[in-house]
């Protein structure tokens, strides 16, 4: 099981590849390894940023505090029924007067004051003055202005080269926008006294051209109106109208009311009509007779229990109860009738008093459309009036509030002082930063090489995208083992890869092997010559072939000729005993490439080829074929397809994965049976991730040179390699 444990890889369809999470050990790995590049971006970066800061030039800056508020009056206004200094709040106006300070209203006098266009001129070693446009396009570069905080406070700070001039100009600054603030308060109240009295004179001419009209035509229309300059009144006589609306109201509702009283009283019965009076509008005659008639009534109802109704007596109030009905029905019948004339009045009245009324309303009428023109005249006349006090109230106000005075509404509450040291460039910090952007850079750029870098990387890389398993994972720098010896610290990764070979061939008849890669320098020769030695140092009888014909490098390992080799076998120039050759170890024999004629490029697909390995097959328990690359020539496919086994060695972080594919691929397609892959020129003291495979043991060697291990400890240490490894595959 790998120590660093990995997410599972997902792998992508078609191409074989997988995406993977990084772990924090992964980027770790990844600096390590881009650290040259880190470093020198870092050192680029650091040493560029300290060369630009100490070039740049150097500059001061000042600032001045000033307090900016409304014009406010130390008490109220005249008139006014606030408290004096309040206003309303403007978001904008400090925005406002950010523009004024920076106007050419207030820089130009500065400019003027400081004689600034000599001093740039000097600054810029310019035989020319500079011209005020010139000298301002200049100026608003190195002054800033900005609210500070959420106060009313202004901040002016000007940057120069001197320290006092930058001072001079933040505090004439402040001093010329005093100044302009002050001014144009004043020349505002002159101009709006000015426009008051300019007005005031109009008005008085136009007062007396309406006073000569009002008086011209009250004499011609012949007004009675003798106040003339007071308001205006109406012709009609108001009292009079009044009286007779009045009389005209009361007369109507007797009218109403005397007809309700009269249409009430036709509408009763003569019996209903005697109770209704006497009840309604009763009078002392009515009330006496209606008194006695039930006196004689109740008389008349006594005596006739006692004498019957043929007595005297009984005549006699009979007659008097019919009088008195008589002179009851006469009192009614003169009631109605007083009533009837009542209304008959009420109407006469009210039709007299509203005649009355249409006959005043008609005359004024006239009257108003004859004096029209004069009531014109004198309402101008009044609007004049009104329009000349309101005009002198206005003036009056005015020059009391002049007199009163207004608050000093912009003053200098910190003036600008000579600073003594520099604004720019601010040396530790530009350093500090160009130190932090340096690391940002370098790391960035190491992980975006390694985002581009598609070669193979990991283990990981390899099985995912060959789906393949690794057979061995051979270190850097790497010499030939013959002349390194068996004690090698690189020994035991191909005793590894050896082990993984055994274990991983299915088939012990198996003995035939071609080491391949997907592009030039990857280190194959180097890997089949180094486990061929193993293998012969493990008693193994075993024959090295050099069999990349165009480009053969194993003699000179061997440090042997290349007169005469394979080539001359397969040509039938040289018998196969004239051509292999001893080494230094006893069971390993060498056959190098020989001479390849131009005429004889296919020798490896011949029949003699396939002969010879047969032979050789015979003869050796182990035959290691060395081949050209895969993708260059098709050396390598025809040595795939004739032998047992194939292995495919990728060189560490240096071809793209898509290539090995395909090298790993054209092994298929002949039909060659690929083994696995062989991590080469891995370098382990940088990649942590590789040292948990095969880097411990480099330790084990490394502390036990002064007291060299025996060989039983030796075969005891690499028989629990053996079986670890057996145990991961």
Same mark, same amino acid.
């Given at each position: ?109 500065? *400019? ?8 740039? +001129? ?232 509203? +005649? ?107 099985? !995912? ?16 083992? *013959? ?44 890997? *089949? ?108 496919? *025809? ?11 990728? !060189? ?78």
């Amino acid at each position: 099981m790998d120590p660093i444990q990995k997410p599972a890889p997902t792998v992508s369809s078609g191409t074989g590849t997988a995406d993977s999470k990084l772990h924090f050990l992964d980027y770790w790995r990844i600096i390590r390894i881009r650290k040259t590049i880190i470093l020198a971006v870092f050192f680029l970066v650091v040493l560029t940023t300290i060369a630009v800061t100490y070039y740049l030039p150097v500059s001061y800056a000042s600032m001045v505090r000033i307090r900016v508020e409304k014009d406010t009056y130390d008490i109220s206004p005249l008139g006014s029924l606030g408290i004096g200094g309040q206003q309303s709040y403007d978001p904008y106006y400090l925005l406002t007067e950010f523009e004024v300070i920076q106007s050419k209203k207030i820089l130009y006098p500065v *400019i003027a004051e400081l004689s600034l266009t000599k001093y740039y +001129a000097r600054r810029a070693k310019s035989e020319l003055e500079f011209s005020e446009p010139e000298v301002y396009d200049i100026l608003i570069r190195e002054i800033d202005v900005k609210q500070f905080r959420n106060t009313s406070i202004i901040e002016i700070r000007a940057k120069s080269p001197t320290n006092t001039m930058a001072a001079d100009i933040a505090n004439k600054i402040a001093e010329h926008y005093i100044i302009s603030r002050n001014k144009g308060r004043e020349d505002r109240w002159k101009r709006g006294n000015e426009t008051l009295t300019n007005q005031l004179e109009e008005v008085e001419k136009s007062l007396a051209e309406a006073r000569r009209t009002v008086d011209r035509l009250r004499e011609e229309l012949n007004v009675p109106d003798i106040n003339v300059e007071g308001s205006y009144s109406l012709t009609l006589d108001t009292d009079k109208m009044r009286h007779l609306e009045s009389l005209r109201a009361d007369s109507t509702a007797r009218l109403t009311m005397n007809r309700e009283l009269l249409n009430q009283m036709k509408n009763k019965v003569p019996g209903e009509l005697r109770t209704f009076l006497a009840s309604a509008t009763p009078t002392a005659e009515l009330t006496k007779l209606i008194g006695e008639l039930n006196s004689a009534e109740q008389t008349f109802e006594s005596l006739s229990l006692d004498f019957g109704t043929r007595s005297k007596e009984m005549e006699r109030i009979t007659k008097i109860i019919a009088l008195l009905n008589d002179q009851i029905e006469a009192q009614v019948r003169g009631i109605v009738s007083a009533r009837e004339a009542l209304v008959k009045a009420d109407q006469e009245t009210v039709l007299h008093v509203t +005649a009355q009324l249409e006959k005043e309303v008609s005359d004024d009428f006239k009257r108003t459309k004859e004096n029209r023109p004069y009531f014109q005249a004198k309402r101008d006349l009044e609007d004049q009036l009104r329009l000349k006090s309101v005009l002198m109230s206005k003036k009056f106000a005015e020059e009391i509030d002049a007199k009163i005075g207004k608050s000093t509404s912009v003053e200098i509450i910190q003036p600008a002082e000579a600073s003594r040291k520099p604004d720019k460039p601010n040396k530790p910090l530009n350093i500090a930063m160009g130190v932090v952007f340096g690391l940002m850079v370098g790391v960035g750029l190491a992980f975006f090489i390694e985002y581009l870098d598609t070669s193979v990387k990991t283990i990981d890389d390899v099985e !995912q995208a060959l789906q393949s398993p690794v057979l061995g994972v051979i270190p850097q720098n790497v010499g030939a083992l *013959i002349h390194e010896g068996i004690d090698s610290p690189h020994a035991e990764a191909y005793r590894v890869l050896r082990t993984n070979v055994l274990f991983s061939r299915k088939d012990p008849n198996l003995r035939t092997m071609t080491v391949v890669s997907g592009g030039a320098g990857e280190g194959k020769s180097t890997t *089949i010559f180094n486990l061929a030695t193993i293998f012969a140092q493990n008693g193994s009888r075993v024959l090295v072939v050099d069999s990349d014909l165009r480009r053969p490098s194993l003699h000179k390992l061997l440090n042997v000729a290349n007169n005469i080799g394979l080539t001359n076998y397969l040509l039938a120039q040289q018998s196969l005993e004239e051509v292999i050759q001893t080494t230094s170890i006893p069971t390993l024999d060498f056959l190098p490439s020989g001479k390849l004629p131009s005429s004889s490029m296919g020798i490896l697909n011949s029949v003699k080829m396939k002969e010879f390995i047969a032979e050789a097959k015979r003869r050796y328990d182990f035959v290691f074929f060395d081949s050209p690359p895969i993708m260059g020539v098709s050396d390598a496919s *025809i040595l795939a397809s004739e032998v047992d086994m194939a292995i495919l060695v990728i !060189q560490y972080r240096k071809y793209p994965q898509q290539m090995t594919l395909r090298a790993k691929q054209m092994v298929e397609k002949v039909g060659g049976r690929l083994l696995g892959v062989v991590l080469n020129n891995i370098n382990i003291s940088q990649d942590s991730y590789y040292y948990y495979y095969s880097g411990y043991y480099y330790d084990y060697y490394s502390k036990s040179e002064d007291s060299k291990p025996t060989q039983e400890k030796t075969e005891g240490k690499g028989k629990k390699q053996v079986l670890d490894i057996k145990q991961k595959y």
